[in-house]
């Protein structure tokens, strides 16, 4: 679509952006000369404050600009040698190269070659020299030349990709030391201000929690409506996923609060936020994408509104014939968006004049310039691969609120406007409060994309725009000069996931980007670690380090290491302020969790110690990281009780102290963790009754702790957790009568409370359970009739009820349990007849219910029906037919049963 603007004002953006002298000039070459004039830029100033943002702009871009250029011409230097590597072989191989190719190197022609005789006549071939035709000892010669001249060839190249190896590093090595540099002295600045970013914003969140809640809902249905490409990577809130899968992807996510997921199918139109959209979702969440079909995954199904991303890329309408790699497209870009420009502001007005009459009185906007052209040339380049559509910020304005009620007020307006003039594309939320906030230096805000129709001279088009809406706490901070250190970071590329986070060894690059503060993110999961270098003033212990994740799993050098030898009081004051994630899972790592870890490391939302060999009590400072999501003990050899305090960690979603040798009760207050989903304590010594405020975790799913010593009745307030989905506590001491309440547990799928001293009946309505899938109750004193609605549950895959005092016939509703797999009711009082009924059980393959006093004739044509079954036992009973008899016909009906007693 053309575009008849100002003639001036195009040439002006035109000239901007073209060099007049150069009107052939390609796209590389003008990445060349931008980054070569960048370079002139580069500076020796120390004072960061003092030293202009282009001219850290400049440094940044011309480094990572040299970076590139050379990483590029180094990547075609060895796919050239690869070539030639391959081109040897396929010589040496005499694969797929006719003679001819080579002849024709020496022009030729080995048809005249075949003529060569005594005037026409056959020539034997043992008259030839060495008896060798011409032709082939031509060839001979011509290949032997080729392969000479190729190896030379080949030995230039390599030595060539040497040389460009080490000019790469030792780029690397400049930037870096560049980069350390001013990082160093951005980051007193950097980490003061972050903290002073999470505190306004924590009491902004706290002081309307119920408007927080509706801003992002807002985000969800007006920023994940448009159409999602199946096979892309996407990500879901955590809190979305139910189904079970908590106890494996909750908080295996970094930020722990999204799970990353791929489109696998889209139930009817993907733009749609009441669409189904089914999802795979990854165990292994920093798995590379063509590792997934590997990894251990589990399926789901969800709304389209409760999936992020996986839209494809935005872009910008363009006049026609316009080359979105030609910087005619910027200067198109440009003149549109100051066209657009007034409309978006008059718009923007317009709304916020109705919200003041509804009570925003004191909402701002501040009608930014266009974006700098050379920070949006750079950004292109940098991010968009030389796309100039992709630009979606050029004109852009800023709403500032006072607190979440008005900002959900002015959204609100903006979507139910009179006009409508404004059509959303996108919706970033960042001030959603499980946004993880780490690489935009905690700095906040909402940004939402919207297109902007204009006609200009008959010329109707629409061109994206960015809306900025943030609270005026957030920005204060900002013009105290809280973007000074986050510019620093930003313009060396430090606010990018991939830049800001290291896999693999320790070595001195990574060492130098960690004590500098450049990394964000350390993960040297199963690699070979020296303590005294990790914990050296030249990694953890320099002062400048900013890490929020520190992951250390399955590293070497580690074993028997005490852990407070590797975290020492110095490492954890100097990383604590901003450490969130500690990963030192299967270590092999000794000795007492040091009491200031959990002081020094407030902010910790994440804590992997599994699979080591920890002694001594869990200290009670543990209750000061309140921020804490996830305590993960598991295989250690920790003692003690559990400490009161952990009662303090309200933020706490996953607490896993399995396999330990803990003793003392279950802290009292534990009804205080509102948030638990899973608590998994089996494997220890620990005593006394469940506590009655278990009733008030509301959102817990899965609670695991046979195999200890708890004693006591199961408290009635069991039933309160609705949203269970997993209780197992065998092989306890607990007694009393199962608790009636357990009916109302309408989500659970596996009940265990076998190996225990219950006793009473069985609750008759257990078929409220619809859901249930396993019931061990088995070794206990249960008593009475087995509940016919029991088998009304339409899920009931495993019922092991033996080894009690049941008495009565088996229930005929029996037959309705069409997914039964294993039916165990042996030892037991259990009489009358195997119902005919069992047939039914198509899917069963276990049946056990021998040492009962069952009578009249064994169903054998019932039986027969099961082709499933593999096992079936009925020994020690009391039927009419012997023993023998019973077997023979059994083993005629079921050939294909491996197991038969009777």
């Known amino acids: 679509m053309g575009n008849k603007g100002s003639k001036a004002s195009h040439d002006r953006m035109h000239s901007q952006y073209l060099d007049t002298d150069r009107p052939n000039e390609s796209y590389a070459s003008m990445k060349q000369r931008a980054v070569a004039s960048w370079s002139v830029a580069i500076t020796t100033k120390n004072d960061v404050d003092v030293m202009p943002s282009r001219t850290l702009a400049a440094l940044g871009r011309a480094l990572k600009g040299q970076q590139a250029q050379l990483k590029t011409e180094l990547s075609q230097r060895q796919a050239a040698v690869e070539s030639m590597e391959k081109t040897l072989q396929d ?9 001819n190719e080579y002849a024709g190197r020496h022009f030729v022609n080995l048809k005249d070659m075949d003529k060569e005789s005594d005037n026409g006549e056959q020539v034997k071939k043992n008259s030839w020299t060495d008896g060798e035709h011409p032709k082939d000892r031509f060839l001979r010669h011509v290949k032997e030349y080729y392969r000479e001249k190729l190896q030379q060839e080949l030995k230039d190249a390599q030595g060539q990709v040497e040389k460009l190896k080490t000019r790469v590093e030792e780029v690397e090595q400049q930037y870096l030391s560049q980069a350390a540099s001013l990082v160093r002295m951005a980051m007193p600045s950097y980490l003061q201000n972050s903290e002073r970013y999470r505190k306004v914003f924590s009491e902004a969140v706290h002081a309307a929690n119920d408007s927080v809640q509706k801003v992002c809902s807002w985000a969800e249905e007006h920023g994940n409506k448009q159409t999602l490409i199946t096979g892309s990577d996407v990500y879901v809130k955590a809190t979305q996923i139910d189904n079970g899968l908590h106890a494996y992807f909750v908080e295996d996510s970094e930020d722990g609060s999204y799970v990353k997921a791929r489109v696998e199918d889209i139930d009817g139109d993907a733009s749609q936020p009441g669409s189904l959209v089914k999802l795979k979702i990854f165990y292994e969440q920093d798995m590379p994408k063509h590792e997934y079909e590997a990894s251990f995954s589990k399926e789901l199904t969800i709304k389209r509104v409760h999936v992020y991303g996986g839209t494809g890329v935005q872009r910008q309408q363009l006049p026609n014939n316009t080359n979105r790699k030609d910087f005619a497209a910027l200067a198109a870009l440009y003149l549109r968006a100051e066209m657009i420009k007034p409309i978006l502001e008059k718009e923007v ?24 052209q050379d920070r949006a040339a750079a950004k292109v380049f940098e991010k968009y691969h030389g796309e100039f559509d992709r630009l979606c910020d050029i004109a852009r304005l800023t709403i500032i609120v006072q607190s979440f009620s008005d900002l959900f007020t002015v959204l609100s307006e903006m979507t139910s406007h009179k006009r409508k003039l404004l059509k959303i594309t996108r919706v970033k939320n960042r001030l959603d409060p499980v946004y993880d906030a780490t690489l935009s230096g905690y700095y906040r805000d909402l940004l939402i994309n919207v297109t902007v129709p204009c006609t200009s001279e008959g010329d109707a088009f629409e061109h994206i725009a960015e809306i900025q809406i943030t609270l005026a706490s957030l920005v204060d901070v900002k013009r105290s000069g809280g973007h000074g250190g986050y510019s620093v970071l930003r313009n060396f590329g430090l606010d990018d996931a991939s830049t800001a986070t290291h896999f693999g060894g320790l070595d001195t690059n990574a060492s130098l980007r960690v004590a500098s503060g450049m990394l964000q993110r350390l993960r040297l999961d199963g690699t070979q670690v020296s303590v005294d270098v990790l914990r050296s003033e030249a990694c953890l212990g320099s002062g400048f380090a900013r890490l929020t994740v520190l992951s250390l799993a399955g590293c070497y050098g580690l074993t028997a290491c005490d852990i407070g030898d590797i975290l020492t009081d110095g490492v954890c004051a100097k990383i604590g302020g901003n450490l969130e994630y500690l990963d030192l899972n299967g270590t092999g790592i000794t000795g007492v969790i040091p009491s200031y ?16 060999r920890l002694t001594g009590e869990l200290p009670a400072s543990v209750g000061k990281a309140n921020a804490m999501e996830v305590l993960n003990l598991g295989n250690n050899e920790l003692s003690g009780a559990l400490p009161e305090h952990i009662c303090e960690l309200h933020k706490l979603k996953r ?111 257990i078929n409220k359970m619809e859901k249930l899938e396993v019931l061990k109750l088995f070794q206990n004193n ?77 169903p054998v044509e019932a039986f027969s029906k099961l082709a499933t079954l593999h096992t079936l036992r009925l020994a020690k009973n009391n039927f009419a037919s012997k023993k023998s008899e019973i077997k023979a016909e059994l083993k005629t009906a079921l050939p294909n049963t491996k197991s038969i007693e009777t």
């Not at 040496?92 to 190269?97: A, G, K, L, S, T």
């Not at 002081?599 to 699979?611: A, D, I, R, T």
């Open 91 to 99: 010589l040496d191989n005499n694969n797929n190269n006719e003679d």
């Open 349 to 372: 007005s317009s709304i916020l004049a109705v919200c003041r009459k509804k009570g925003v009185v004191e909402a701002k906007v501040i009608y930014a310039p266009l974006k700098t």
């Open 597 to 612: 870890l959990f002081s020094s490391c407030k902010n910790l939302k994440s804590v992997n110690f599994e699979g080591n």
């Open 655 to 765: 607490l896993w102290v399995h396999f330990n040798k803990l003793t003392g009760k279950i802290p009292e207050n534990i009804g205080k963790i509102v948030q638990l989903r899973d608590f998994r304590f089996f494997g220890n010594e620990i005593s006394g009754t469940l506590p009655k405020s278990i009733g008030d975790l509301n959102r817990l799913l899965v609670i695991l702790g046979g195999r200890n010593k708890l004693t006591g009745p199961i408290p009635d307030e069991i039933g309160k957790l609705t949203g269970l989905l997993d209780i197992r506590l065998f092989r306890n001491q607990i007694n009393g009568t199962i608790p009636k309440s357990i009916v109302n547990l309408a989500s659970v799928e596996v009940i265990d409370l076998s190996n225990n001293l219950l006793e009473g009946e069985i609750p008759e309505q």
């Open 782 to 858: 249960l008593f009475g009739t087995i509940p016919p609605s029991l088998f009304g549950g339409k899920r009931l895959v495993g019922l092991h009820l033996a080894r009690n005092s049941l008495n009565g016939a088996i229930p005929r509703e029996i037959g309705n349990a069409k997914c039964l797999e294993t039916l165990e009711l042996h030892r037991n009082l259990l009489d009358g007849e195997i119902p005919e009924d069992v047939s039914g059980l198509m899917a069963i393959q276990e049946i056990n219910v021998s040492n009962n006093s069952l009578q009249g004739q064994v």
